[in-house]
């Protein structure tokens, strides 16, 4: 069942105002699985001296030492091909591949090498990776570092794909991904590795250490993938959101005072189907919001299932948030990204037909 | 060094034959390029350099300021101290019919073809008079006219796409040749290898040019790279190289020379390795904990590519003042293509939705 955890269950001011940030949470996932599991290896473009291009695996390598935690050239297909072996081989590396737009070249070695493992060697051999990867628009990336290609693995079959939104989750999210016998493609929303981005670029962005989420424990403790977290409760109509547009969907649901279920659905594959099917016939209506562009989008996989699952309890036509179907934009960044305005069209629209 | 077979030994030859006596040296195997000559500039021609480096050199400062005022937002890699290198190979070219084709650090590469600062600038910045009207940015720039075929992104995989522009060249006979650029990180991806094959096989007219500015991001070369002396990378497809001063605009420009003439003779490739160094991060977040400053600033005191055609400037009697005048000049150019950046419009919402596909939707 899915977990029921609201995003802003206490107050900020409870807080110490210290807590772990996405990066630290991912950095204290990484840490706590190199100690717990020696055949637990890093490898990425920068990842070992230099701390990550995005400071995830800072420490890592002078702490574990170089043979644990190693830099790789530049060469994505390369990376995931060496951890294919590796993980065949028994051991569980954690590749980073340095932006989801660089992974493109690694594809043929996802697709045809890590998900086919297991299946065409009727499971002696398996591919227990874990490709981290910062991935989503918002930094003014340009069409080649703000990317979310997240449907393309969905589609593939024979991989997992999860996306935290959260410190958090991150944390442990990630370590039942490293943990888990299958390949993991494992996205970062890195907009949000800082602070809960609620859409609203002209406005300063509120730090994690304000949010609960932001309260990791140190140690080890996993989150079962496949398990999506019920953000807030509501009757409305449900929202089914994931990585960065969780917390936008929610802060427009908040601000409209609507009385929405906001759904995080933590991983895609696999995915929570029970949660949203309880949600959708109890709400009897469904938005998707996601970043990636609309067509052969995830949203489109969600929409069919909930119209397969949840016909006749539907009031209105499943709607669909999500980026345009172009190339990401340079300088309409904030045109493409499905923020505030369009979701707040789309609530108000469901909530009328 | 191995001893010439044509010298008389020192000693009475010993009982052992010819076994013991040293190997001639080996001849290679196939032909190569000659070693370049440093170019030799005219007084002119060194001006002209000069003010074409400190053009970028100044519209690159100009362009960090921007970035810390939050002009320029997301990826901004700067070409500093890699002056030299696009302006020494570049001025060889032949624009009318010659293709260039770089990875993310481009800015420079488009100077260097005299593309207007103004909408270099203006990309940068993100607005509709940008080169791309604003949606590509830093990294992703191109100009049909000046047969610049981009600024790429994803690290390596311009160098295909040079190999493909290579092709055409030969394929249309139109006697051109592609420079493709790519650092000493991209020198690890498996498709400039691929690529390196097929333009052998295939005897393209293309020069792929590694600028080695020692650092892929935070990684040393030889943190990353089996064999560090770059240049020697396409030999095992038959590719010859040539390691190159890349801090010296007559060096460079003398490989250039010797590189086109191999490839305009229809001996296919070359690779041309030029030892440079960015004086800057590797974009605007880097936090330089890789190098020290010392590094840095014995480069910039030393090896410094515009203070070197400064000296040789001087040497042939051109005084101060004619420089501090050019760099005035140069810096009135930059600052009017910063204005023109900062009050440009942006793109209009509908622009989202062009140059999508071939049809409007």
């Known amino acids: ?4 955890k609201p995003l802003d269950a206490k107050p900020a001011e409870a807080k110490a105002p210290k807590g772990m940030n ?36 800072a420490g890592l390598q002078e702490k574990h030492g170089k043979t644990r935690v190693f830099d790789s050239p530049i060469s994505e297909n390369g990376i995931i091909g060496v951890a294919v072996g590796m993980g065949a081989y028994g051991l569980r590396p954690v590749p980073e591949i340095q932006f989801a737009d660089y992974i493109y070249p690694g594809l043929d070695q996802i697709v045809s090498e890590a998900a086919r493992i297991r299946y065409r060697s009727v499971g002696q051999f398996i591919a227990p990776m874990t490709i ?91 989150i079962e993938l496949g398990k999506a977290n019920i953000v807030r409760v509501g009757e409305a109509v449900t929202v089914l959101a994931y990585g960065t547009m969780v917390h936008v969907a929610l802060a427009v649901v908040e601000e409209l005072g609507i009385d929405a279920e906001v759904i995080d659905l933590r991983s895609l594959v696999p995915l929570d189907i029970e949660a949203i099917e309880t949600s959708v016939r109890k709400t009897g209506r469904c938005m998707i919001v996601h970043e990636a562009t609309r067509t052969s989008g995830f949203g489109a996989e969600l929409s069919a299932l909930v119209q397969e699952r949840c016909f006749y309890h539907l009031e209105a036509p499943v709607i669909r948030v999500t ?20 979701i707040k069209t789309a609530l108000e629209k469901i909530l009328k037909d | 060094m191995a001893k010439s077979p044509s010298r008389p030994a020192a000693k009475p030859a010993p009982a052992k034959k010819a076994a013991t006596k040293s190997a001639p040296p080996a001849l290679p195997n196939r032909e190569r390029p000659d070693q370049p000559e440093p170019f030799d500039a005219s007084k002119d021609e060194l001006l002209q350099f000069y003010r074409d480096m400190l053009l970028i050199r100044r519209f690159e400062e100009k362009a960090g300021q921007l970035y810390g005022l939050g002009l320029i937002g997301g990826f901004c890699h700067l070409y500093i101290g890699q002056e030299a290198v696009a302006i020494g190979l570049q001025s060889a070219l032949d624009g009318d019919k010659d293709s260039v084709i770089t990875g993310y650090r481009d800015h420079g590469h488009m100077l260097a073809y005299g593309i207007d600062p103004k909408l270099i600038m203006a990309e940068l910045t993100g607005r509709q008079a940008g080169i791309s009207k604003g949606k590509g940015g830093s990294m992703h720039m ?55 094959n097929m333009a052998e096989l295939w005897k393209l007219p293309i020069i792929f040019v590694i600028e080695n500015n020692q650092y892929a991001m935070g990684t040393s070369v030889n943190r990353s790279s089996a064999e560090d002396q770059l240049y020697r990378r396409g030999e095992s497809f038959r590719i010859p190289g040539l390691q190159v001063d890349g801090m010296d605009v007559l060096a460079v420009r003398g490989a250039a020379e010797e590189a086109l003439k191999w490839v305009r003779a229809g001996k296919g490739p070359i690779l041309l390795e030029l030892k440079t160094y960015r004086y800057r991060g590797h974009s605007m977040s880097d936090p330089a904990k890789y190098r020290s400053r010392d590094e840095v600033q014995a480069v910039r005191d030393k090896s410094d590519p515009i203070e070197h055609v400064k000296k040789l400037l001087e040497k042939q009697g051109v005084k101060e003042e004619a420089m501090k005048d050019i760099d005035k000049e140069i810096r009135k150019i930059v600052s009017d293509a910063a204005d023109f950046a900062e009050n440009s419009p942006e793109p209009e919402a509908a622009e989202l939705y062009t140059d999508v596909l071939v049809e409007t939707y």
């Open chain 1, 22 to 57: 996405m990066i630290e949470a991912i950095n204290s996932a990484l840490d706590t699985m190199l100690d717990r599991d020696p055949d637990v290896v890093i490898l990425g473009e920068d990842v070992g001296y230099f701390g990550g291009v995005f400071r995830a695996t």
């Open chain 1, 323 to 342: 980026g345009f179907d172009t190339p990401y934009p340079h300088s309409l960044e904030w045109a493409y990204f499905p923020g505030p305005i369009r």
């Open chain 1, 1 to 4: 069942m899915a977990e029921v």
């Open chain 2, 142 to 196: 191109f100009s049909v006219e000046h047969k610049f075929y981009g600024g790429h992104g994803i690290v390596g995989a311009q160098v295909s796409l040079g190999t493909g522009l290579g092709f055409a060249h030969k394929y249309r006979k139109d006697g051109g040749v592609c420079m493709a650029y790519f650092g000493d990180g991209a020198a690890n991806q498996g498709q400039v290898y691929e690529s390196f």
């Open chain 1, 132 to 222: 981290r990867s910062p991935y989503g628009g918002g930094i003014f990336g340009g069409q080649t570092h703000s990317q979310s290609p997240e449907s393309l693995f969905t589609h593939m079959s024979g991989v997992k794909t999860v996306i935290p939104s959260t410190p958090y989750d991150a944390k442990g999210l990630l370590i039942a991904a490293i943990e888990c016998d299958d390949p993991v493609v494992f996205f970062e929303p890195k907009r949000i590795y800082n602070g809960p981005f609620d859409g609203h670029y002209d406005r300063p962005v509120q730090p994690w250490a304000k949010h609960p989420a932001s309260d990791v424990p140190k140690d080890y403790y996993r």
